[in-house]
């Protein structure tokens, strides 16, 4: 029902900013949790970052609080994630995630339904 296209990810070095994009087809996601998450080489999938249905809340894992943002453009039924002051931990593949169980706490990878295929992101130090 909702189809996700990530795009934005690349090379950058340490302390430097990428942006990424999560665009959106099928649904508005005006009806749904958006959410970011990562995959390092060689670990599980986690949280990064979620927004509620109604915009109006956000959650962030420890590990990006204060350094990553997530918003969303209703009109282009996009979501973004602002990555800035990037580690060298950072290097994952990121994931862009749609929840239609509005009621979810954001955090749990099980809570999401939809997922996009991923963009690479590199943080060289």
């Known amino acids: 029902q909702v189809q996700l296209v990530e795009s934005g990810g690349g090379l950058a070095q340490a302390g430097g900013s990428l942006s990424l994009s999560c665009a959106a087809s099928?649904?508005?996601?005006?009806?749904?949790?958006m959410g970011w998450f990562r995959q390092a080489l060689g670990k599980g999938r986690e949280f990064v970052a979620g927004?509620?249905?109604?915009?109006?809340?956000?959650n962030y894992a420890d590990s990006v609080k204060g350094r990553f943002t997530i918003s969303r453009n209703i009109g282009a039924n996009t979501v973004y994630l602002q990555m800035n002051n990037l580690k060298p931990e950072d290097t994952a593949v990121y994931y862009c995630?749609?929840?239609?169980?509005?009621?979810?706490?954001?955090?749990?990878?099980?809570?999401?339904?939809?997922w996009g295929h991923g963009t690479q992101v590199i943080v060289s130090s």
């Open positions: 927004i509620k249905y109604s915009g109006d809340i956000t």
């Open positions: 995630a749609a929840s239609n169980w509005v009621v979810g706490t954001l955090v749990g990878a099980q809570e999401y339904r939809w």
């Open positions: 099928g649904r508005t996601i005006a009806g749904y949790n």
